[in-house]
Every structure is written in structure tokens, then in C-alpha cells.
């Protein structure tokens, strides 16, 4: 059985008085059902971070998978 890599990056370009932050993560896992229920995980995370300090979670957008 073959490997599947999936690796990410992101850019955002906003508006002056609005703060950016660009996290980028990196796995490797067996199938492409694994990669992408670990990337699910890890917006949903990130949602909760922002709801946690009293921010809209759909603030977190995925630029590019």
C-alpha cells in the first residue's frame, strides 16, 4: 500500500486593523480518509480556540487543502 502525502499552506490578505494568523501544519498519513478527518479536526479546534476567546468561529477560513 502506497503513502499519501497531504501538505498545506495558506495566504490571507486583509484589510489594515485586522489581525492575521497563518498556522500551518504538516502530516503524513495512509490514506487520504485519514489525512482529511485529521484536517477536520484540527478546523474544528481552531473554531473552538476562537469561540473559547469570545470570537465568531467562522472567522477561521480555510484558504487552501
Same mark, same amino acid.
Do not use: C
Given at each position: 500500500?502506497?503513502?499519501?502525502? /497531504?501538505? +498545506?499552506?495558506?495566504?490571507?490578505? /486583509? %484589510?489594515?486593523? %485586522?489581525?492575521?494568523?497563518?498556522? #500551518? %501544519?504538516?502530516? %503524513?498519513? *495512509?490514506?487520504? $480518509?485519514?489525512?482529511? $478527518?485529521?484536517? &477536520? #479536526?484540527?478546523?474544528?479546534?481552531? /473554531?473552538?480556540?476562537?469561540?473559547? !476567546? *469570545?470570537? !465568531? +468561529? &467562522?472567522?477561521?477560513?480555510?484558504?487552501?487543502?
Amino acid at each position: 500500500m502506497g503513502t499519501i502525502s /497531504v501538505t +498545506g499552506r495558506g495566504d490571507i490578505h /486583509v %484589510v489594515p486593523d %485586522v489581525t492575521r494568523l497563518e498556522i #500551518s %501544519v504538516e502530516s %503524513v498519513f *495512509k490514506s487520504y $480518509e485519514e489525512a482529511y $478527518e485529521q484536517a &477536520k #479536526s484540527n478546523s474544528s479546534w481552531m /473554531v473552538q480556540i476562537l469561540e473559547y !476567546n *469570545k470570537l !465568531n +468561529g &467562522k472567522l477561521a477560513k480555510t484558504i487552501r487543502f
